[in-house]
């Protein structure tokens, strides 16, 4: 199981970015997924995840700017982002419980996408 995280980049402060998250691997089941971000010097935090029963849980700084949705045909995973801050800066890691036909259930992280919120 792999998943393979882009979209990150450079922003100024209010503008959007949308991160992809591209989940591939054989025999395959999606349970659950998120994003989670990482700021120097801080701990790795949660930014949004959609749990198995379709409930959504988004970090309080985040909601009403970020929107976390799936496309389960293609097994993709976005986080749309808006009206971002110098506070949004970070690593951005995307995550999976998934179920694999070889191995059973387990946490999967994608590699991590930059974004830098700056003017």
């Known amino acids: 199981v792999q998943l393979q995280a882009s979209g990150g980049g450079l922003v100024q402060p209010g503008g959007s970015l949308r991160l992809s998250c591209a989940v591939s691997?054989?025999?395959?089941?999606?349970?659950?997924v998120g994003w989670y971000r990482q700021a120097p010097g801080k701990q790795r935090e949660l930014v949004a995840r959609?749990?198995?029963?379709?409930?959504?849980d988004y970090q309080d700084s985040v909601k009403g700017r970020f929107t976390i949705s799936t496309d389960n045909a293609n097994y993709t995973i976005y986080l749309q982002m808006r009206k971002l801050t110098p506070d949004d800066t970070a690593v951005y890691y995307c995550?999976?419980?998934?179920?694999?036909?070889?191995?059973?259930?387990?946490?999967?992280w994608g590699q991590g996408t930059l974004v830098t919120v700056s003017s």
């Open positions: 995550m999976g419980d998934i179920w694999a036909a070889s191995v059973g259930s387990a946490d999967y």
């Open positions: 691997g054989s025999s395959i089941i999606i349970h659950n």
């Open positions: 959609i749990w198995s029963g379709g409930n959504i």
